[in-house]
Structure formats: C-alpha cells, structure tokens
C-alpha cells in the first residue's frame, strides 16, 4: 500500500510540472510583453494570479484563509510567510491579487523559460555576495515607487533540517519595510510541507489552511527598531504554528 501511494504521489508531481509549465510556455510572449511595458503592469498582475488560481485549483488544493486581513489594493505592502514548499509560491500568487514582485535566489533565474521570465519581473538576490544583497535594496526601492508591494520568504531559504518549525528570520525584509515606511503582512502557511513537501513520493491533494495575523505598522520606527521588529514578527509566527493542532502532531 505505502508503494502505490508513493508511485501516485510521484506521478501527480509529473502533473504538477505540466500543469504549471504549460501556461508558462503558451502564454510566454504576452507576459514578456506585460513585464517590458509598465503600462500593462495591472495585466501582468492578472497573469500571475491567475497562473497561482490554475495550480492551486489543478492540484487539487482548497484554500481556508483564517482570520483574512483588509488589504488597501491602492497600497504597497511587505508580504511574508514561513517557506516549507514550493507550493508556498503558487499560494501567494493565488493569494495576492495586486501587483508584487517576489525578492528570491539569483538561481531561480536560470531555470529555463521561467527563470528568464522570473529575473525580469521580480527581485533576485546572491547571499554569498555582499553587493548583490545591497543592489536588492535598490531594486526594490524601485518596484514600490511602481506601486508594487513585495514578498519576501523571510527564512532566507527552506530549512534543510525537517524538524525545524520555523527557522530564524533574516532582517532584509524588515529593514525594508522600516526604511520605506510600509507595513508588514505576516501570514502562516499550516498545511503546504506537510501536504506538498519536497519529497517527491509524499504528499496529497486536500486543504491548505492560511493563518493571516493582523498587519504590523512601521510607522515611526527607525532602523535602530529592526531587532524587536524581527523578534515580535517570529514570536507571532512561531507560536501560531506550535499552537496549531494538525502540526502539532505530525512533528512528534
């Protein structure tokens, strides 16, 4: 039984691919032309939402959003979330729908087709290198005078050790988000590492629960507030995650 639950787990990762290629692949010169116009930035918004609506749905996945904030579609903001999946990508894209650009690793860029697309319309960054991390600073910057709100997986990565709840936040996105006075969206993914892991033979379709937490202002704080920004941020985030009864379980 363990053996066809691995081989369907497997082959619903092959759809998985084609499902989130094929809109990629046909629709690739219109979103190459909604990147390169700022014009049609409201139309590049639709695309990607859209594009996470399709794959969340083709999965098989519902979405419950638990304790949903009021988001100003006229406003930037910072979105952040715990990083256990790459279903996490999809989920804020279906999730977001005004314009934003993801702050990711420099090697996303050179998947092929989608990494070209990637590293035009979004902010990408090498953490081994010291002036690509300030050069995010200044693109980022840029994309928020656009109107863009911006997301950032502020554990800097997935967690290799598995058993990790929530791995310590970098301070980027925070410094941001106090540098450019925009408040901070913090959400809490419950279900996607256990429900679409990166183990290739787990996983199944079913509900992804979303914990949004109420918005945090930076209004008036000072770059000298980063670190008790940070701490209050992952004390909210972990202790959702520790409290909730399905994780709970399954990290006995």
């Known amino acids: 039984m363990d053996f066809i639950k691995k081989i369907l787990a497997f082959l619903w990762r092959i759809w998985f691919l084609i499902i989130a290629g094929l809109p990629i692949i046909i629709l690739s010169p219109i979103i190459l032309v909604s990147i390169?116009?700022?014009?049609?930035?409201?139309?590049?918004?639709?695309?990607?939402?859209?594009?996470?609506?399709?794959?969340?749905?083709?999965?098989?996945?519902?979405v419950k959003i638990i304790d949903k904030q009021k988001i100003d579609p006229k406003q930037s903001y910072i979105f952040i979330s715990n990083h256990t999946s790459i279903m996490d990508i999809f989920l804020m894209l279906?999730?977001?729908?005004?314009?934003?650009?993801?702050?990711?690793?420099?090697?996303?860029?050179?998947?092929?087709?989608?990494?070209?697309?990637?590293?035009?319309?979004?902010?990408?960054?090498?953490?081994?290198?010291?002036?690509?991390?300030?050069?995010?600073?200044?693109q980022v910057e840029k994309f928020i005078k656009r109107g863009n709100s911006i997301v950032i997986y502020v554990e800097g990565g997935i967690p290799n050790d598995t058993s990790i709840v929530l791995d310590r936040f970098k301070t980027g996105a925070f410094r941001m988000a106090i540098e450019h006075q925009i408040n901070i969206v913090p959400m809490v993914f419950l279900d996607n590492k256990r429900k679409f892991p990166y183990d290739n033979f787990h996983g199944s379709p079913g509900t992804l629960r979303v914990k949004m937490l109420p918005v945090i202002s930076t209004k008036d704080l000072t770059l000298d507030n980063t670190k008790d920004l940070v701490d209050y941020t992952y004390t909210l985030m972990y202790n959702e995650l520790m409290n909730d009864e399905i994780n709970k379980f399954f990290s006995k």
């Open 36 to 62: 390169i116009f700022d014009s049609l930035q409201p139309l590049f918004a639709w695309l990607k939402h859209t594009w996470g609506v399709w794959v969340v749905f083709w999965m098989g996945f519902r």
């Open 94 to 138: 279906k999730l977001i729908n005004q314009p934003f650009v993801f702050v990711g690793k420099e090697s996303i860029g050179k998947l092929p087709i989608f990494g070209y697309l990637y590293k035009k319309s979004n902010v990408t960054v090498d953490r081994s290198s010291p002036s690509s991390k300030k050069n995010v600073y200044d």
